[in-house]
């Protein structure tokens, strides 16, 4: 059993992670600035001994007492209204707390996990986008803020590999969805299910025609767990290469949130959409073949446990 070291532990992806590996038995060590996670997310596991909750700023100088065998390092600000609102740490997180979690796992002698995205591939000109497509990003954009500082990261760990000899790996995480997602994110299965449960419109952006593909977080957490144990250094796509459109994904949060609400197609008025992918697909092909990895849950009955949550939340609020 390993000592293991979280950052952004308190959120979405961290806390399933934490409960994922206590369950296997690991000692937890969450570190994370609340400025994205929540204290709700982890508040089962606060009487857990093998578990551990440090409140701090991971581009800040870290030290963790004691050895670590493994450091995920998932902090960062992944919503486009986090980072349209808070650009410039949105790119600190990406590069300052990636080189202190290095810095750390240089010391530690520990494995190293970076959580990337597919939006290193920005507006995709390959689709579906396998690890060896080098994207398509607007660096000057208002996405480039999320987008580059990623894909530094990636460069950042990869540097560390080379250069200092760490055991480094990278997923590139496409979209995943479940329990404890913030309702206010905007994201779209945040946005459409907390929309239905209100009983408000489901606002579908443009035509609707943008793809995208949802992962259901437990797949996520295991591939990640996969990913770590193996010998792959070089990135690895993770998500479901179920292909929809947004408008096709909003009739199924309709139909499984039995709300009545009409769909509405809208013109954003903000950048939240500017760069947008017009597509979104993972090749999973290296996932299959070096991981054994692939998506399990099928999407309903992941977004069925995600409306419930949700349902459980607005009703104690």
Not at 29 to 41: E, K, Q, V, W
């Amino acid at each position: 059993m390993g000592r293991v070291l979280i950052t952004g532990g308190a959120g979405f992806i961290g806390s399933h992670l934490a409960d994922r590996l206590l369950a296997d038995g690991h000692e937890v060590i969450a570190l994370d600035n609340l400025s994205t996670g929540h204290p709700r997310n982890i508040a089962h596991l606060m009487g857990n001994r093998a578990f551990k909750f440090i409140h701090y700023d991971v581009t800040d100088y870290i030290y963790v007492d004691g050895p670590l065998d493994v450091i995920y390092h998932l902090a960062s600000l992944p919503s486009p209204v986090d980072y349209l609102k808070k650009p410039i740490p949105t790119l600190k997180v990406g590069a300052l707390g990636t080189h202190k979690t290095l810095g750390l796992a240089r010391a530690k002698r520990s494995k190293f996990l970076l959580a990337s995205t597919s939006e290193v591939y920005g507006d995709p000109l390959v689709h579906p986008q396998p690890e060896t497509y080098w994207g398509n990003v607007n660096p000057v954009g208002p996405r480039g803020v999320y987008d580059e500082s990623k894909r530094f990261a990636e460069a950042m760990t990869m540097a560390y590999h080379r250069n200092q000899g760490i055991p480094t790996r990278i997923v590139r995480i496409f979209n995943t969805f479940g329990p404890r997602m913030r309702p206010e994110d905007g994201r779209v299965v945040t946005n459409f299910i907390a929309q239905a449960l209100r009983g408000d419109a489901l606002t579908v952006y443009d035509d609707g025609m943008r793809t995208r593909s949802f992962c259901y977080v437990s797949d996520l957490v295991e591939g990640m767990l996969r990913l770590v144990e193996s010998n792959e250094v070089d990135p690895v796509n993770l998500g479901n290469p179920r292909e929809m459109t947004i408008l096709e994904f909003a009739r199924i949060i309709r139909q499984l949130s039995g709300t009545k609400s009409e769909i509405v197609f809208v013109k954003p008025t903000d950048e939240r959409t500017r760069d947008d992918p017009q597509t979104r697909q993972p090749d999973i092909s290296k996932a299959r073949r070096i991981l054994g990895w692939e998506p399990r849950v099928p999407l309903e009955e992941g977004l069925a446990n995600t409306i419930e949550y949700f349902r459980g939340l607005f009703a104690s609020t």
